[in-house]
């Protein structure tokens, strides 16, 4: 925290990044970081253009700050439930967030300065309670620059299109294959069609499809380590980049369809791929900061990889436009070598959701024991 204390910044920014159409994301945003001021800082000094609120770094600060005490106790106070507090520290959070980014989305025009906050994860297999969760979080934030987080399962992917059509934007998490993203493309088309026939505005809907990349690589590079053959030695590290690539190719392939051409005269914005790098490492590195570049893009990092990658200045230009045959190469050598893509998927998005319920009902048995002793 002291770096994030201090955090000058004074030689190397993000511009670069900017440059090549990146939106460079801070993940894991949270009371703390916000009333410090150091949510501001980044977005003044580094050119941060967009903020996640994060369940795991949300745990860490109720039990190793006090930014949050005088929430609780108030709430404690009052007789109010843990359920019902911790979706008001969210939302209050969320809310904050957005204030910090208000400047960026209106200097954008709405395209950038977007802040997403999380939903409950345990409904991420019933699209009715996603949307009724989505609609009263939505409506709790009120700000124009807010997206709700819904996991990219076929119910939440239900959701999600549902959310849009309301106006809602989304931000679609636990994407791990090229396939899911493509329903995930798909989602957001339909629910920009029922939008615009509901006469929305559809330049003020915006959605983000992220990939955990680090996740990616570490599942593929750990399977890879257990074969322990040369050419398994040769395919390390290189599962996100190929998915990125290919993503970044049905990106590009429905932005040509006919399909898009009557949601983009009314105004709609592309949906962008979000890289996510959560895994930190010691010490932290930017590693997908010059590996996942292309025009239209987001790369939400948490503060640790943030600020390795404001000083990194390694940018060598797109790196995913065009490299879609050369990806699909590396699938093929990456199945050869044992690891099935539609199998590494499957499980990390599974084990993601466990993770992902797990930590939520960790936090309302955090906030509870916060309350009673309030």
Known sequence: MASERAAPYEEHRLEELVAEGVSPWVEGVTRDRIASGYLARLVRRTGVRGATTELAALLRALTRTAAYREQLVRDGARGASAEAVLREILVQDARSACDCLLGVFEETGGADGLVSVDLDPRHAHDASATVADAVAVAGAVDRPNALVKIPATPQGLRAAADCLGRGIGVQITEIFSVRRYEAAVAAYFEGLERALAAGRRLSAIASVAAFPVARLDAEVDARLAASATPEAERLRGTAATATARLAYEVYEEWLGRSRWRPLRAAGARPQRLMWMDTLAGSPPRARYVDRLVAWGTVNAMPPPVLEAAVRSRALRGDTLSGQAEAARTVWERLERAG????????????????????????????????????
């Open 339 to 374: 690891v099935p893509a539609g199998t590494v998927a499957a499980e990390l998005s599974a084990d993601g959701l466990r993770r992902l319920a797990d930590r939520w009902r960790r936090l309302l048995a955090v906030v509870a024991d916060e309350l009673a002793a309030a």
